[in-house]
């Protein structure tokens, strides 16, 4: 079997395919659980808590400078960028994440309950010898 009919045959797979379309259906799923939380969520819970920006958020371990510069416009000192723990924005993507985590739940739950059980297996009884031999030790009685 060559090279390229033993990669179409693994690429053709039912099962990666189904992965396949599953994945590009997450991502696009994410992106409207994102906008959900950064447009609709958060604002809500912004203006409950007084109107604050839940990504504007943050923890300041060290404040950024200003550039200096001297009387020809040459750069002193250059600017130093803040360093700081935007807790915010962790928090809005902890509510993305157990959003998409409860609907997956919800989905998988609900693909269970609409699973077929499979049948119990017939009880089985005894078989047409063992009947036959039951008759027959009855009849010799």
Same mark, same amino acid.
């Given at each position: 079997?060559?090279? =390229?009919?033993?990669?179409?045959?693994?690429?053709?797979?039912?099962?990666?395919?189904?992965? #396949?379309?599953?994945?590009?259906?997450?991502?696009?799923?994410?992106?409207?659980?994102?906008?959900?939380?950064?447009?609709?969520?958060?604002?809500?819970?912004?203006? =409950?808590?007084?109107?604050?920006?839940?990504?504007?958020?943050?923890?300041?371990? &060290?404040?950024? #400078? *200003?550039?200096? &510069?001297? #009387?020809?416009?040459? /750069? /002193?000192?250059?600017?130093?960028?803040?360093?700081? =723990?935007?807790?915010?924005?962790?928090?809005?993507?902890?509510?993305?994440?157990?959003? /998409? #985590?409860?609907?997956?739940?919800?989905?998988?739950? *609900?693909?269970?309950?609409?699973? &077929?059980?499979?049948?119990?297996? *017939?009880?089985?009884?005894?078989?047409?010898?063992?009947?036959?031999?039951?008759?027959?030790?009855?009849?010799?009685?």
């Amino acid at each position: 079997m060559g090279f =390229i009919s033993e990669f179409k045959e693994f690429a053709m797979k039912g099962n990666l395919v189904d992965m #396949a379309i599953a994945f590009v259906m997450g991502g696009a799923f994410g992106k409207v659980v994102t906008a959900f939380v950064e447009k609709m969520f958060a604002p809500i819970i912004g203006l =409950i808590m007084g109107g604050i920006d839940l990504n504007d958020k943050k923890f300041v371990l &060290k404040d950024g #400078a *200003a550039e200096i &510069k001297d #009387a020809t416009g040459a /750069v /002193v000192t250059p600017a130093v960028t803040e360093v700081a =723990i935007e807790w915010g924005t962790f928090l809005t993507a902890l509510i993305d994440f157990i959003i /998409v #985590a409860f609907v997956m739940f919800m989905i998988i739950k *609900a693909m269970n309950k609409m699973k &077929k059980p499979e049948p119990a297996p *017939a009880p089985s009884g005894p078989t047409q010898e063992e009947l036959l031999t039951q008759i027959r030790d009855l009849l010799k009685k």
